[in-house]
């Protein structure tokens, strides 16, 4: 047995686990009961009865959770005084968060991902120096390494449009005095797609059982068409999968439908990047023709929504992705309700969302004929279509033999205090369970967090840590920086009210 020291209190490393109820994969099959997890060298050993039932009392077993698209904050934006408002608006106040290791930032995130029994995440990175990206990836792989959570790390490429979806001399127009506002003028540096590349392909050598790497357009209004093509080509030939941004809101939609005559989706087809290696974050504006096709080409789409709600941006297209069949994961986006990384939570406030978008026995998708189906829809969503955004077809989200050794362990004391019928279990399980019940997370047959607590950093110290610099970048936020610019703002309120958004100034294929 190994035995993990680092920030935390020694911990054996067990072989097996006993648990009283094990859901193998959740609304596909029934539960077992009374049963021993044994895994050899990072895999799943075939399940056997326990003899002695007590000793897994009151513990279920479930393949560990998947979050398929996050930004990896330990520090949340309302912690450093950032208000949520429109994702248009609310982009421009991030320039007030206080800069920190990135190592720190991260690993922060993973820990507490990793204690509400997130197994997997999809880390899309904002680089807080530009210039610094490869440093900064590479503290961001040292703290999936330290916390043991496999993160697959999507390489920002953007470049465009970076006040509004525009021409910053355009947004000038808006400002009755935009010589007072030296941001409109300022030269930004602007990673090339050449550096881009360079970078993955130097990331790429820190791949690892818990670390990897994936191209990211952050989204097509910040990405010029040749990188697009390029990625698209580039992810053909290697089998690197895909991660981006995609019609968030309202007015990104506007902007796309302005600049893709032939339409968006038809173009991105067109370039080959639709395929089973891309994944879609949040496409709150995807049409229902649209969707189709991304069920045709195997796409994923990640569903975020409380990070949807708090940023006014609308409501994953659930209904639609489920009527056409489209993969689809769920991803907090560092955004969740309570700031508190709780994908069960997130998970049924989705399905919530679909109940009440298509109410009552008489709703084609929510017949009682399809009504165990839904629930089974969330699950695979939670487990599996979540994982393969990171990971790809691994044969992992499901606990059997051979499988990748990803799971955790919840106590059911508290929603469970009463023995209830099998058929009532997945349904019990999504409606009651939250992070506060995890007790423990395996990876890979690691242990990663062991009585509720991460085993290979002290999250209590990383907070601590972080604190710390919040509270010494708030003491120094003045009347000359402030968070929230009203005049700035106003400014960009302006130009999209105005429609200069739609403004096409580029060629359209």
């Not at 690993?107 to 990206?133: K, P």
Request: proline share 6%; aromatic share 6%.
């Amino acid at each position: 047995m190994s035995t993990l020291t680092n920030h935390s209190p020694a911990v054996a490393e067990p072989l097996s686990w006993s648990v009283e109820t094990l859901l193998a994969r959740p609304g596909h099959e029934r539960p077992l009961f009374n049963q021993r997890i044994t895994i050899r060298n990072g895999k799943f050993a075939p399940l056997s009865t326990i003899a002695d039932p007590s000793s897994g009392a009151g513990k279920i077993a479930l393949p560990a959770f998947a979050n398929a698209h996050d930004h990896g904050r330990g520090v949340p934006t309302l912690s450093v005084g950032i208000p949520d408002a429109p994702l248009e608006v609310w982009l421009s106040r991030l320039g007030v968060e206080p800069r920190m290791r990135a190592y720190l930032n991260a690993a922060c995130a993973f820990a507490r991902m990793a204690e509400a029994g997130i197994g997997s995440v999809v880390h899309c990175h904002n680089t807080q120096n530009g210039r610094a990206l490869l440093e900064e990836a590479r503290g961001v792989a040292a703290a999936a390494h330290a916390v043991g959570i496999r993160v697959a790390f999507a390489v920002p490429f953007a470049g465009e449009n970076p006040l509004v979806y525009g021409a910053d001399t355009k947004l000038a127009e808006y400002f009755p005095q935009p010589d007072l506002y030296p941001q409109l003028s300022t030269t930004r540096y602007r990673r090339t797609l050449g550096e881009g590349l360079a970078i993955t392909e130097a990331l790429a050598e820190l791949e690892s059982d818990t670390f990897t790497i994936q191209f990211g357009p952050v989204g097509p209004q910040w990405v010029d068409r040749k990188t697009l093509e390029t990625l698209s080509a580039r992810s053909a030939e290697t089998g690197r999968r895909v991660h981006m941004h995609f019609l968030e809101t309202k007015l990104q939609r506007d902007w796309a439908d302005a600049h893709f005559h032939e339409g968006i989706i038809h173009y991105l087809d067109r370039i080959g990047l639709l395929s089973p290696r891309l994944t879609l974050a949040h496409g709150c504006w995807l049409r229902d023709e649209e969707l189709q096709i991304l069920a045709e080409r195997g796409v994923i789409v990640s569903c975020n929504v409380s990070s949807n709600f708090r940023l006014s941006s609308g409501f994953p297209p659930i209904t639609g992705l489920l009527r056409h069949g489209v993969r689809f994961g769920i991803g907090l986006d560092g955004m969740s309700l309570e700031d508190d990384e709780d994908i069960l939570r997130e998970t049924r406030l989705l399905r919530g969302i679909t109940q009440s978008l298509c109410p009552g026995a008489e709703a084609g998708i929510i017949s009682s004929d399809n009504q165990e189906r839904l629930l089974t829809q969330y699950f695979d969503a939670l487990f599996r279509g979540g994982r393969e955004a990171i990971t790809g077809s691994d044969g992992g989200g499901i606990i059997r033999e051979g499988a990748p050794a990803d799971f955790v362990i919840a106590r059911t004391n508290r929603i469970m205090r009463n023995r209830i019928p099998d058929a009532a279990l997945p349904e019990l399980i999504l409606t009651r369970l939250t992070r506060q019940d995890i007790e423990t997370l395996v990876v890979g047959g690691k242990t990663v967090v062991h009585n509720g607590r991460c085993t290979g950093v002290s999250l209590p110290d990383l907070e601590n840590e972080l604190d710390t610099l919040i509270q010494k970048a708030l003491s120094q936020v003045t009347d000359l920086t402030p968070v929230i610019n009203r005049e700035w703002e106003d400014g960009i309120r302006r130009y999209y009210q105005s429609d200069a958004h739609c403004q096409n100034t580029v060629p359209s294929s």
